[in-house]
């Protein structure tokens, strides 16, 4: 989509009025929809529709040896797929800038140990491991699509459950382990996980999630990822550049935001109740 | 292989409960996301797939291939990677999803009127979101509903099915995954079913000659059940699209 | 992906022998104790002084534009190469793009990893604001960043020689980029830190359950315009850190930019003079 230079200015001047073109105010965010548990083979998933912006996650679980370095932490690994469903651009290898881009501010999020304790993946040390394979799938992209994936990966992992281990088997090199049926399992703690936001400048004023129109206008925007009361990780995205004194501001704005998101995801998990019809009949 | 597991037991039941007749269910949903010019969503018991269609739009990526008296369909065929129960590596681009793209767009091509869009091009994907068996099939049955929401015009439904034969005399209809895996032979047939024409038959390992036969008609039967699932979908949606907006435009 | 057949890999993956030793058994926090001891840093540095910086510009000769340089062991070579029409594109675009490739000589693959291709993405990020991209639309210029030798702050002295290389090689831009680099561990913060530093800053040692932060922080920055042309954080850090990191980062840019200055008089002045000679020998 291109916008015209008009068109532009439309936008520009709705978000000086605090007015935006879809009726929003700056810090609104569009109508979210959350279900979790769709994927039924796999171990936790969730889908997020953020207005058009449809985001499916799947978690699957393996055994795997831990890096040498870290003998102590389990795996986590972060797959972008964008299908081209979502737009024809992403046909073949088109959409893997987008994806690669997405992936790497995910693992950049998820770094710290105090965010996401990979310590708790262990099964035994040096030998065995747990390794999370978070697959992220886009089916179709309405703008703001950091945030709807932090969303909904941080559904998908509190959806997911970790079988237990029930006894370890160690004979010689060989390692065997005995797990849990799929009806006794523990969830991961993903309290801390993290919640991005994407905020945008347009004019003079910052905006939260904006829309495709939106992101044409903007020069600059900035992804910060918040987990509890800190940053885990802040990326800028878009050619522009900031003085560092909007940069704070939007710091700001994005923490205050992501504060209200975190808040509002959790409440939403709390009550999310096993209906017949999910997925994509509704 | 364990031929000693048995794929209909003595008194006619499947593994999966249903008869040797029986299709899964089908559920489907057309127009299921707003960008792409048409989407469906088709579940076919527990395969899932969605399948979105972009055009007919200019020729993107040089005129080069562009034709001068026909559309080009342009399919891409793509597993999600956890569609699968071992986790895939790589969702697309694998030789099995090239085959299932050509295959896609050879039983597509039979049926869009393509005369009607010279120098454009159709682009239809297909994201399969959980694999059970009857891939392609799925995708076959999904792909003509997304071209219906589209307002593609065809000449009729193309329709898939597989069929198997059990015990070596019993056709059946409809191979799951379990199935599959347990063996038996495989027949994948998209055909039009109004018109009774074969556009695309495929088959995996062995069965007599004689076998053919019945378990061809026992495929064309499973393609016009589902053809009357879809018709029924359509009509149930443009009944909804149609009276939500007062039938606005109909004349 | 398809592998180079012409070229010798190597084994895919290598293990450090040292992991397997006995002396890995310090803990973090006695490692941070170590690095950091009564205000000073392994190398005699302050907390927030940078390192001695050497720049040097014409390193490479088929490149249009290059530099090189050091901060104190990091070492880093950046190549730009002339604009060329932008391959396997069809649609127009009206400004031109960058290509950034980030290599890092850590025993590797010749293949880039993730983290190289991020790296790359955020220096083209960074750099992207200060080129004239509407002067070559339809054309890319490609920039190379090799490092030599990695010991801490690999990023912002790429980007940094970068720009270097970038005006050497005569790309219209807007404003000279310097870029400097921050860790923050234990409520220390680290200008320009190290790798051992940069290590220990990347995972949090506190076990008491405090609420430290840690982290680094990268910035951009384009000095007259007083723009931050890219910012790009890891760890966990609270906004009163970030607030004050950023502060120290401006002043640390700030000092970067006469040395880049000086050195490209130095260099304008330095063709002028052979230019002269030039001319000279051409009348006589």
Known sequence: ???????????????????RIDGREREDYRPMELETDIVSHAFGSARLRLANTD????????????????????????FVDCSANATPDFEGRGGEDVAIEISNTLSAAYHSPKVFDLRKLCILKGRKCWKIFVDILLLECG??????????????????????????????????????????????????????????????????????????????????SVSENKFSTVLQTGTGSLHSSTLLDCLKLGYKVAQRLDDALWSTLSKIQPTEDVGFLK | ??????????????????????????????????????????????????????????????????????????????????????????PRGDRKSTELSMHLQQALLSVIKTELYPWSQIDVYVEVLHADGGIYPACVNA????????????????????????????????????????GGPTLTVAALPMSGKIVLMEMSQRFHLDHLKKVLEKALKGCRDVKQILDEAVRLHVRDVGSSTGWAGTG | ??????????????????????????????????????????????????????????????????????????????????????????????????????????????????????????????????????????????????????????????????????????????????????????????????NTEQRLCDVSISSDGKEDSHGIIVISMLHTHEQISQFYQVGNISLEDITESVKVLETACKDIVPLVQKHLVKHILKTIKNNEDYVILVSS
């Open chain 3, 1 to 194: 992906m398809p592998i180079d057949r012409k070229r010798i890999n190597g084994p895919e993956e290598t293990v450090p022998y040292n992991l397997y030793t006995k002396l890995n058994t310090k803990s973090l926090l006695q490692e941070f104790d170590e690095l950091f001891c009564d205000g000073k840093r392994a190398d005699n540095r302050a907390p927030l002084e940078h390192r001695k910086i050497f720049l040097k510009t014409g390193v490479v000769s088929q490149a249009k534009g290059s530099a090189y340089i050091e901060l104190g062991k990091t070492k880093v070579i950046v190549s730009v190469f002339d604009p060329r029409e932008i391959p396997n594109r069809t649609d127009y675009s009206l400004k031109g793009e960058i290509y950034c490739e980030f290599n890092c000589t850590k025993r590797r693959l010749h293949q880039q990893d993730a983290e190289e291709k991020q790296y790359s993405a955020i220096m083209k990020q960074a750099l992207e604001s200060t080129v004239c991209r509407h002067e070559f639309p339809n054309f890319q210029v490609d920039i190379y960043a090799l490092v030599l030798h990695n010991d801490g702050s690999p990023l912002s002295a790429a980007i940094t020689a970068a720009g270097v290389a970038l005006s050497h090689a005569g790309v219209p831009m807007y404003d000279l980029i310097v870029s400097a680099t921050l860790g923050i561990q234990h409520n220390v913060k680290f200008l320009d830190p190290s």
């Open chain 1, 143 to 224: 703008g703001n699509l950091f945030d709807a994936v932090s969303l909904a990966v941080k559904a998908a992992l509190w959806n997911t459950q970790v079988p237990l281990i029930r006894q370890i088997d160690i004979d010689g090199n060989n390692v065997e382990l005995k797990v849990s049926e799929l009806s006794d399992c523990q969830r991961l703690d993903v309290k801390t996980a993290p919640v991005m936001v994407t905020v945008c400048k347009i004019g003079e004023h910052c905006i939260v999630d904006p829309n495709v129109a939106e992101e044409q206008c903007s020069v600059g925007s900035i992804v910060v």
């Open chain 2, 143 to 182: 792909s003509t509903l997304a071209l219906i929401d589209a307002g593609i015009p065809i000449k009729e439904y193309v329709c898939a099915c597989t069929a198997s034969l059990a015990n070596n005399d019993t056709p059946m209809l409809d191979i799951s995954h379990q199935e599959e895996i347990i």
């Open chain 1, 1 to 19: 989509m291109t916008l015209c230079e008009a068109e532009k200015t439309f936008v520009l001047h709705g978000v000086e009025e605090n007015f």
């Open chain 1, 55 to 78: 985001v499916l996650v799947a978690v699957k679980i393996e055994v795997d040896t831990p890096f040498p370095e870290r003998p102590f932490e389990g795996k986590l690994e972060f």
């Open chain 2, 1 to 90: 292989m364990s031929t000693n597991k048995e794929l209909i037991s003595k008194i006619g039941l499947r593994l999966d409960g249903r008869r040797a007749n029986e299709l899964r269910r089908i559920r489907c949903k057309l127009g299921v996301f707003t960008q792409p010019d048409g989407s469906a969503y088709l579940e076919q018991g527990l395969t899932k797939v969605l399948a979105a269609v972009y055009g007919p739009h200019q020729v993107r990526g040089g005129r080069s291939k562009a034709q001068h008296d026909n559309a080009i369909v342009n399919c891409q065929f793509s597993m999600a990677v956890f569609s699968t129960n071992e986790r895939k590596r790589r």
